[in-house]
T-cell receptor, first 117, second 114 residues
């Protein structure tokens, strides 16, 4: 069975601060995908990034960066110079791919990020 | 990514009634899923909507309570039957596989049951 743990329930930062959202996952499968989604107050779930289990290269996209470490089963997400518009709930998710079809996503409990002026 | 729409976007319903939620995609997709997000909680998969056959339900969800239809590769419906206040949630459909197994989500339907 798969499991995703986001230990941080809520984080509050002041604008322009850097913030890291933690994600720890558990799976016995060797092939899997990890995701981060953003859910703003409107409720829509916005895809941010996907990483497969064979690609440990870290990724940077603008103010966003992701650190994937298989040795610690972690896939952490850092926002640099946070902005008020970053305020949302962020979900980490895991899927185990079988025969190339999209498998169900196992979500963490989410981290609510509040960025204030 | 595919453009996904859901109807209604929100609704307030009375206990004991049923509501059907529609999910429409602008392109043919292989997989469609329905998730529930209870207030302040994470997302839980209800079922996988299979085109031309019965949906595959996750543990804890049954067809009598959440009947699902998928008549073609771009459309699916989820019905929440005999509703109670505990069914108050956001219901989201998702589609996949996208590029590298990514699932994309619709805007969600906010349901309140009184």
């Amino acid at each position: 069975a798969q499991k995703v743990t986001q230990a941080q329930t809520e984080i509050s930062v002041v604008e322009k601060e850097d913030v890291t959202l933690d994600c720890v996952y558990e799976t016995r499968d060797t092939t899997y995908y990890l995701f981060w989604y953003k859910q703003p107050p409107s409720g829509e779930l916005v895809f941010l990034i996907r990483r497969n289990s064979f690609d440990e290269q870290n990724e940077i996209s603008g103010r966003y960066s992701w650190n994937f470490q298989k040795s610690t089963s972690s896939f952490n997400f850092t926002i640099t110079a946070s902005q008020v518009v970053d305020s949302a709930v962020y979900f980490c998710a895991l899927s185990v791919t079988n025969t190339g079809t999209a498998s169900k996503l196992t979500f963490g409990t989410g981290t609510r990020l509040q960025v204030t002026l | 990514s595919a453009v996904i729409s859901q109807k209604p976007s929100r609704d307030i319903c009375q206990r004991g009634t049923s509501l059907t939620i529609q999910c429409q995609v602008d392109s043919q997709v292989t997989m469609m899923f329905w998730y529930r997000q209870q207030p302040g909680q994470s997302l839980t998969l209800i079922a996988t909507a299979n085109q031309g056959s019965e949906a595959t339900y996750e543990s804890g969800f049954v067809i009598d309570k959440f009947p699902i239809s998928r008549p073609n590769l771009t459309f699916s419906t989820l019905t929440v039957s005999n509703m109670s206040p505990e069914d108050s949630s956001i219901y989201l459909c998702s589609v996949g596989p996208g590029l590298f197994d990514t699932q994309y989500f619709g805007p969600g339907t906010r349901l309140t049951v009184l």
